[in-house]
Nanobody, 118 residues
C-alpha cells in the first residue's frame, strides 16, 4: 500500500517561490504516475501537474504553465513541485496523488497549505 506525505507549503508573498515535496513509501513499484492537485476555498479540486513515474512525461494545467515545474527523484521515491512566481490565486491546499497503470488516482497525501499574499 503506497503512502504519500507532502511537505514544503507555507505563506509567501506574490512573486515568491515555494518547492513542494511528496515522499512515497510502501509499494512504490506499483506507481505508474503521480500528480499534484489543489483545492482552493469554495472550489473543486483541480489537477495542477502530473508526471509519468518511469518515463518522466509531464503535463500541466494552463494556469500554471511556465510558472510551475514538476519533477521526481525515483531513487528517493520523491516528487517535487517548484512554484515560481506565485500568484494570490495559487492559494490552496496542495495534494499529491499516485495511480497505478490503467487506474485513476487512488492514493492521496494529507495535503499541505500554500498561501500567497498580495
Amino acid at each position: 500500500q503506497v503512502q504519500l506525505v507532502e511537505s514544503g507549503g507555507g505563506l509567501v508573498q506574490a512573486g515568491g517561490s515555494l518547492r513542494l515535496s511528496c515522499a512515497a513509501s510502501g509499494g512504490t513499484s506499483s506507481i505508474y504516475a503521480m500528480g499534484w492537485f489543489r483545492r482552493a476555498p469554495g472550489q473543486e479540486r483541480e489537477s495542477v501537474a502530473t508526471i509519468n513515474w518511469s518515463g518522466g512525461t509531464t503535463s500541466y494545467a494552463d494556469s500554471v504553465k511556465g510558472r510551475f515545474t514538476i519533477s521526481k527523484d525515483n531513487a528517493k521515491n520523491t516528487m517535487f513541485l517548484q512554484m515560481n512566481p506565485l500568484k494570490p490565486e495559487d492559494t490552496a491546499v496542495y495534494y499529491c496523488a499516485a495511480r497505478r497503470f490503467g487506474k485513476s488516482y487512488e492514493t492521496w497525501g494529507p495535503g499541505t497549505q500554500v498561501t500567497v499574499s498580495s
